[in-house]
């Protein structure tokens, strides 16, 4: 105790003490109030006044201890003055600890020199000992001087956490795309958009037709996006990633016991789900006839029967479909039913492939790049290539290549350097398409492993699975008849070539990089002769 004598003093003056030594909790209020009602004040209303000052700042402190993301103020001088709870354990530093010090030797004790970093910063990932953070730095100013500043640290950790709650809790789907999204300066392109926009209008069904990377999909959220049904759900659903009974599952939902493993209480299926919006059905020329006959019912009655059960439910639903096939080819030859085809095609729209609309490539390439955060002047080198180049792959395929030149970020990058597109004979390299290949060619070893080679490419590229016997129905698909034990052997070849990589389970069939190369063209003559590989 320190004897100072007899002196005018205010309540003020102790709350001044008590903060400065951060005492001013709650046990301290409790004593600070009863004694201020013993004393005279110097001021009419000073003590209402000081204790709402008290009131506020254990309100404050009480509240920003319940946060999660750590805060931290500090005055002009940079000492710290307030340091909450979560602060407190990022750092494993008491508050007593933290007043003592400024805000930069607070953090060099984490190795961060806090003042490389600019005055005001937001959303700055550090590492804060075995955390990952992002800070934000407000300054404060009063009368255009800073008078200190605030920092906020958010766990990496927690943004996480939070985003996945949003999407686990979220009802129904929706549509990411609209038709602000379409890159084009193609006046043939521009009339596709416009024929999209007036089809939004109707709730009749659409089918969407174009080669696989061609933007079908985005144009099935551009449609729903400006539909009336654009505040209902947007269901999309790849046909061809799923076996059948998966496939009627997911689609039409089952009951309670309607097999092993069924969930209790059952599953309502997407076409549920969709009920008042849209339902984007992709590459529905891979599913089966059986598939066929139960989708055509729902599009007829508008009705959904799940999987083991026995009353029927009425949807409202649009259907949004698209594939890469010939579907009127597959009419003709008995592949696809025609009452089924002429449901979906009630509306139909045509996706030009890239290699048909290549003036688009300039901007797409400066577009894929800025959302890269890339420096759009690298793809000026490779202008010459990328119109050269067929673009099989199409967007999809342009925009891989560009993040590829966002990622290498070299203004000496040349076209050789990029995975398909060698600047040498294209042609000869040229990825075989099974249907442009002559049946004779089948009868040889060397041409059925490029055959193969090309199916297994063309699958994982769109997306299917490449197991043996997918690759059988392919062949089958395109005219060729080749029986599973053939494709084992094959597939062992082309596995002790380092051409593919076989998984077990569902992993399936993936290219190596080599045989990606080889299948896109950027490999070299000799290595191409290594499967007797003599073009297309």
């Avoid at 080819?329 to 085809?341: C, I, T």
Wanted: one cysteine or more; charged letters at 25%.
């Amino acid at each position: 105790m320190i004897d100072i004598g007899e002196r005018v003093i205010d309540v003020s003056t102790l709350v001044d003490i008590l903060t400065q030594l951060n005492l001013l909790h709650s046990d301290a209020r409790d004593i600070l109030s009863v004694y201020s009602e013993s004393i005279i004040t110097r001021s009419q209303g000073i003590q209402i006044t000081m204790q709402g000052l008290i009131h506020t700042k254990l309100l404050l402190q009480q509240t920003l201890d319940m946060v999660q993301d750590g805060v931290i103020a500090y005055d002009m001088n940079g000492k710290i003055t307030f340091f909450n709870s979560a602060a407190q354990a990022l750092f494993d530093c008491t508050v007593q600890e933290a007043v003592q010090l400024t805000v930069n030797s607070l953090f060099a004790r984490v190795k961060i020199e806090l003042d490389a970093l600019t005055d005001e910063f937001s959303q700055a990932l550090l590492q804060i000992k075995k955390h990952k953070v992002l800070a934000s730095r407000q300054i404060i100013k009063e009368n255009g001087h800073s008078t200190g500043g605030v920092l906020t640290l958010k766990a990496a950790r927690h943004v996480e956490e939070q985003e996945l709650k949003l999407r686990l809790h979220a009802k129904g789907h929706h549509a990411k795309y609209s038709f602000d999204d379409l890159v084009t300066t193609s006046s043939r392109m521009k009339n596709v958009v416009e024929q999209a926009e007036k089809m939004a209008n109707s709730d009749l069904a659409v089918l969407i037709l174009g080669e696989s990377g061609s933007g079908k999909e985005l144009f099935a959220h551009a449609i729903h996006q400006a539909s009336t049904r654009s505040s209902y759900p947007f269901v999309a659903v790849n046909c061809s990633s799923l076996p059948d009974n998966l496939l009627e599952s997911e689609l039409f939902g089952y009951e309670e016991g309607a097999f092993t493993g069924a969930r209790k209480g059952g599953k309502p299926g997407l076409f549920e789900q969709a009920h008042k919006g849209t339902i984007f059905l992709d590459e529905i020329g891979d599913i089966s006839p059986n598939m066929q006959s139960r989708l055509l019912r729902v599009l007829q009655q508008k009705e959904v029967l799940k999987v083991g059960g026995t009353r029927l439910l009425p949807v409202d639903v649009r259907v949004i479909a698209a594939t890469n096939r010939d579907l009127s080819r597959m009419v003709n030859d008995g592949a696809f039913r025609a009452d089924l085809y002429y449901r979906l095609k009630v509306l139909q729209l045509l996706i030009p492939p890239l290699r048909e609309r290549k003036e688009d490539i300039p901007l797409l390439s400066a577009h894929f790049l800025r959302r890269r955060g890339a420096d759009e002047q690298l793809v000026e080198p490779l202008s010459a290539s990328l119109f050269r180049h067929d673009w099989h792959g199409n967007v999809r395929e342009l925009e891989n290549a560009m993040e590829y030149v966002a990622f290498m970020n070299d203004p000496n990058l040349s076209a050789s350097d990029i995975p398909g597109l060698d600047e040498g004979d294209e042609r000869e390299f040229a990825a075989i398409s099974p249907n442009e290949v002559p049946l004779q060619l089948y009868h040889s070893t060397p041409d059925n492993e490029r055959f193969i080679l090309n199916l297994i490419y063309q699958a994982k590229t769109s997306g299917r699975n490449a197991g043996r016997r997918s690759l059988v129905e392919q062949a089958r698909q395109n005219g060729v008849v080749i029986h599973e034990t053939k494709v084992r052997s094959i597939i062992e070849k082309l596995r002790s070539e380092g051409l593919i990589e076989v998984s077990t389970g569902r992993g399936g069939i993936t290219l190596t990089e080599r045989g990606y190369h080889l299948c896109c063209g950027n490999t070299e003559k000799g290595k191409s002769g290594e499967m007797g590989v003599t073009g297309g």
